[in-house]
């Protein structure tokens, strides 16, 4: 017995050493006082602040490389900078977490919760920096918001179980501290926290409406894929090899963006510079600033268009492919819009683009060429699909046979032709999405990488998505999870009926511990009284 005491000692002394920085446990069990309770409960959101963010910043993960991009065109410094994200975020989340477990076992071993002021600047400095990253969220990069909504769509039954099943474990400590506490307020203060919160997780199912909540045979067909630039994750986006890596993923649309050069011909190149994607800084140093339409097809064809997706490694992909694709990689040159339509004659899919820039005051003789490169080039015009909304009547009396898709909301279908609309994924509800299905208005979505993104709007019912990891999305043969709804709500119900049975139980089984103790203490208090009677007589 004495060796079991000494080993728990042992621990509580180290759970002590890295919680409040002492050496010796008080024998004495002395209470937290109300200063640092409230910091264990400061603790507490602060652990929740940080998973909070963890979570959006894995959603985000979906559009990262955009917000590469975009730091990369404001620095011209290419870093992956989700691994510093998610790395420093790891360490907060890890921090704060082992903190609050460190507290919980202090408490289980009645040890009083005596926070070090270093771990108190910490948390402040925590609380500090994850602030500042929400608010740039909401600054510059707002849309993301939407993003995680969805996501509590595809991960709300899941996320509701498991916030169930934390709050039931929760329930031993908070039982303890409640019956040890000696302020009343703060009993109360705890256990309408604490009950509040778990009544809230019971009910949460109320407000969760996912679309994979649908039996199997009601499952819409899966989303076509269209290729964003190609197979960026593969290959360089918009050379050839991309698309030809796209068509290999079985993608039914390649998506790009076309420039035209100096003198009239038509291009693939997404950037208004041409910095990031090619070696223009070796070849042309004294034009590297230059905008791209200010070379000409001569000049262009001189720049190396493949080796910086070595270099860069704008996707991790980028690390994993084979010595035969290193050669084919370093050979890629700047691909002009003529030799795109022909390797698309050649595999049998459509094309989709932007025409950049969009503000250009040369526009309407960009969208002239394009057209007239396209209709010289004998394809088949159903196959391509034709984006730019300006100049769209024009078009539409030089190549009738364009197919025309839109980039806006709210289209009317009064005709019954068949309609299409090309989106951001965050602008279209899972409900609106129906709505133009039954109106014959067929859906694109883009940029969807995620498999749980890919999933949501696969059980919503949209047409395609256009996606830089066809390579993944093509080996998905099912959402990732798909459940009936009368199965969710019977799990929801054995779930939170196993979570207060577990909760009373533990509640009344501490509160029989907490008789016990102070009937054994006062019986004690006798024995010692009668023995000290005897010895004083």
Partial sequence: MAKNGGCCNMCATCLLCLYSCRWSCSKKGLATSKCDCAWFFFLFCVCLFTLAWLYVALVTLNDFHNLNEFIFHKTEWWLDWSVVMLSGTATLVTYSSLLLVLAVCLQLCHQPLKLHWVHKGLLILTVLVI??????????????????????????????????????????????????????????????????AVLALYLAPLGIDSPCLLAHSQLPIKPALFGHRGA?????????????????????????????????????????????????????????????????????????????????????????????????????????????????????????????????PEYEHLVNVTVETILQSDIAPELVLWLPDEFREQVKQQAPGFRQ?????????????????????????????????????????????????????????????????????????????????????????????????????AFLLLKRWSRRKESAGSDSDVLLTKIHSLLTE
């Avoid at 208005?441 to 696969?458: C, D, G, K, Q, R």
Wanted: proline share 4%.
């Fill in 131 to 196: 602030a500042a990253a929400f608010v740039g969220l909401e600054i510059q990069w707002a849309e993301q918001w939407e993003s995680a909504r969805i996501s509590l769509q595809a991960m709300g039954p899941f996320l509701h179980i498991g916030a169930v099943v934390g709050m039931t474990l929760l329930a031993w400590p908070v039982a303890d501290c409640f019956y040890r506490s000696s302020y009343a307020a703060l009993r109360f203060l705890l256990l309408v926290f604490y009950l509040g």
């Fill in 232 to 360: 960026p994750m593969l290959a360089p986006e918009n050379t050839l090899m991309s698309f030809q890596k796209a068509a290999n993923c079985g993608v039914s649309v390649w998506e790009t963006d076309v420039l035209v050069s100096a003198d009239g011909v038509p291009f693939l190149m997404h950037d208004e510079k041409l910095i990031r994607t090619t070696d223009v800084q070796e070849v042309f140093p004294a034009l590297a600033q230059a905008n791209t339409t200010s070379f000409n097809w001569t000049q262009l064809q001189q720049l190396d268009a493949g080796t910086w997706f070595l270099q860069k490694r704008p996707f991790p992909t980028a690390n994993r492919i084979s010595s035969e694709d290193r050669a084919l990689v370093r050979a890629q040159r700047i691909l002009s819009l003529k030799q795109l339509l022909e390797e698309t004659k050649k595999h049998n899919v459509s094309i989709m683009f932007d025409l950049r820039p969009e503000k250009d």
């Fill in 405 to 505: 898709i839109y980039g806006r909301k709210r289209l009317s279908n009064e005709t019954g032709e068949e309609l299409r609309v090309n989106l951001p994924y965050q602008n279209l509800s899972s409900t609106e999405i129906r709505e133009y299905r039954r109106d014959n208005i067929s859906v694109n979505l883009y940029v969807v990488n995620a498999p749980w993104l890919f999933s949501i709007l696969w059980c919503a019912g949209v047409t395609s998505v256009t996606t830089n990891a066809c390579q993944v999305l093509q080996g998905m043969e099912r959402p990732l999870w798909l459940l009936p709804r009368t199965t969710y709500q019977m799990i929801w119900i054995v779930t939170d009926c196993v979570s207060f049975l577990l909760i009373a139980w």
